[in-house]
Protein backbone atom coordinates (compact mmCIF):
# COMPACT_ATOMS: atom_id res chain seq x y z
CA UNK A 1 0.00 0.00 0.00
CA UNK A 2 1.21 3.75 -0.99
CA UNK A 3 0.03 7.05 1.24
CA UNK A 4 0.23 9.65 -1.23
CA UNK A 5 0.38 13.74 -0.05
CA UNK A 6 -0.29 16.49 -2.06
CA UNK A 7 0.76 20.32 -2.00
CA UNK A 8 1.86 22.97 -4.13
CA UNK A 9 -1.81 24.00 -4.39
CA UNK A 10 -3.04 27.67 -4.82
CA UNK A 11 -4.83 30.35 -5.85
CA UNK A 12 -3.21 32.09 -9.00
CA UNK A 13 -4.22 34.41 -12.10
CA UNK A 14 -5.17 33.26 -15.52
CA UNK A 15 -2.04 33.04 -17.81
CA UNK A 16 0.00 32.45 -14.17
CA UNK A 17 1.54 29.04 -13.45
CA UNK A 18 1.49 26.26 -10.39
CA UNK A 19 3.90 22.99 -9.49
CA UNK A 20 1.87 20.56 -7.82
CA UNK A 21 3.66 17.86 -6.30
CA UNK A 22 2.86 14.09 -4.46
CA UNK A 23 4.89 12.63 -2.38
CA UNK A 24 4.62 9.17 -1.57
CA UNK A 25 5.23 6.98 1.14
CA UNK A 26 6.89 3.40 0.85
CA UNK A 27 9.57 1.54 -0.95
CA UNK A 28 7.91 0.19 -3.83
CA UNK A 29 7.16 3.67 -5.69
CA UNK A 30 9.19 2.98 -8.91
CA UNK A 31 6.33 0.06 -9.56
CA UNK A 32 3.61 1.95 -9.75
CA UNK A 33 1.71 4.20 -12.18
CA UNK A 34 1.26 7.32 -11.29
CA UNK A 35 -1.63 10.07 -12.46
CA UNK A 36 -3.48 13.35 -11.24
CA UNK A 37 -7.07 13.94 -11.46
CA UNK A 38 -9.03 16.74 -11.04
CA UNK A 39 -13.05 17.19 -9.59
CA UNK A 40 -14.29 20.84 -10.43
CA UNK A 41 -17.44 21.75 -8.14
CA UNK A 42 -20.31 19.90 -9.73
CA UNK A 43 -18.53 17.49 -12.19
CA UNK A 44 -17.14 14.64 -12.38
CA UNK A 45 -13.28 13.45 -11.79
CA UNK A 46 -11.43 13.33 -14.75
CA UNK A 47 -7.86 12.31 -15.45
CA UNK A 48 -5.66 15.03 -16.44
CA UNK A 49 -2.14 13.44 -17.06
CA UNK A 50 -0.82 10.06 -15.97
CA UNK A 51 3.31 8.33 -16.28
CA UNK A 52 4.14 5.03 -16.18
CA UNK A 53 6.85 3.75 -13.85
CA UNK A 54 10.02 5.24 -15.33
CA UNK A 55 8.61 8.00 -16.65
CA UNK A 56 9.00 7.26 -20.28
CA UNK A 57 5.11 7.00 -21.19
CA UNK A 58 3.04 9.89 -20.66
CA UNK A 59 -0.94 10.53 -21.33
CA UNK A 60 -2.67 13.84 -21.41
CA UNK A 61 -6.16 15.10 -21.60
CA UNK A 62 -7.04 16.74 -24.72
CA UNK A 63 -7.99 20.08 -22.47
CA UNK A 64 -4.18 20.10 -20.60
CA UNK A 65 -1.86 19.32 -23.99
CA UNK A 66 0.42 21.39 -24.37
CA UNK A 67 0.37 22.89 -20.97
CA UNK A 68 0.79 20.83 -18.32
CA UNK A 69 3.61 18.14 -18.25
CA UNK A 70 3.69 15.39 -15.43
CA UNK A 71 7.09 14.01 -14.26
CA UNK A 72 8.05 11.75 -11.81
CA UNK A 73 11.43 11.34 -9.59
CA UNK A 74 11.73 7.76 -8.34
CA UNK A 75 14.90 8.96 -6.12
CA UNK A 76 12.72 10.91 -4.22
CA UNK A 77 9.28 8.80 -4.43
CA UNK A 78 7.18 12.10 -6.17
CA UNK A 79 5.33 12.81 -8.99
CA UNK A 80 5.17 16.39 -10.22
CA UNK A 81 2.32 18.25 -12.21
CA UNK A 82 3.70 21.23 -13.86
CA UNK A 83 1.09 23.50 -15.01
CA UNK A 84 1.49 26.95 -17.12
CA UNK A 85 -0.59 29.19 -18.83
CA UNK A 86 -3.63 28.32 -16.44
CA UNK A 87 -7.37 28.97 -17.05
CA UNK A 88 -10.03 29.52 -14.93
CA UNK A 89 -11.99 26.35 -16.24
CA UNK A 90 -8.49 24.62 -14.83
CA UNK A 91 -10.14 25.29 -11.26
CA UNK A 92 -10.36 22.32 -9.36
CA UNK A 93 -8.92 19.89 -6.26
CA UNK A 94 -6.72 17.84 -8.20
CA UNK A 95 -5.68 14.55 -6.57
CA UNK A 96 -2.89 12.73 -6.56
CA UNK A 97 -3.19 8.90 -7.87
CA UNK A 98 -1.21 5.39 -7.72
CA UNK A 99 -1.91 2.32 -9.91
CA UNK A 100 -0.73 -1.34 -9.71
CA UNK A 101 -0.89 -1.89 -13.13
CA UNK A 102 2.50 -3.20 -14.65
CA UNK A 103 1.91 -1.10 -17.47
CA UNK A 104 0.37 2.43 -18.41
CA UNK A 105 -2.58 2.64 -20.94
CA UNK A 106 -5.46 5.65 -21.02
CA UNK A 107 -7.84 3.41 -18.92
CA UNK A 108 -5.57 2.32 -16.78
CA UNK A 109 -7.01 1.73 -13.38
CA UNK A 110 -5.76 3.62 -10.07
CA UNK A 111 -5.60 1.89 -6.94
CA UNK A 112 -4.70 4.77 -4.58
CA UNK A 113 -5.29 8.46 -3.44
CA UNK A 114 -4.37 11.28 -1.85
CA UNK A 115 -6.37 13.68 -0.30
CA UNK A 116 -6.14 16.45 -2.74
CA UNK A 117 -5.01 20.15 -3.15
CA UNK A 118 -7.05 22.91 -4.54
CA UNK A 119 -5.98 24.70 -7.25
CA UNK A 120 -8.25 28.38 -7.91
CA UNK A 121 -7.60 30.11 -11.30
CA UNK A 122 -9.07 33.46 -11.23
CA UNK A 123 -10.03 35.60 -14.29
Known amino acids: QVQLVESGGGLVQAGGSLRLSCAAS????????MGWFRQAPGKEREIVASINQRGVHTYYADSVKGRFTISRDNAKNTVYLQMVSLKPEDTAVYYC????????????????WGQGTQVTVSS
Open 97 to 112: AAGVSPILTRTTKFDY
Open 26 to 33: GRTFSSYV
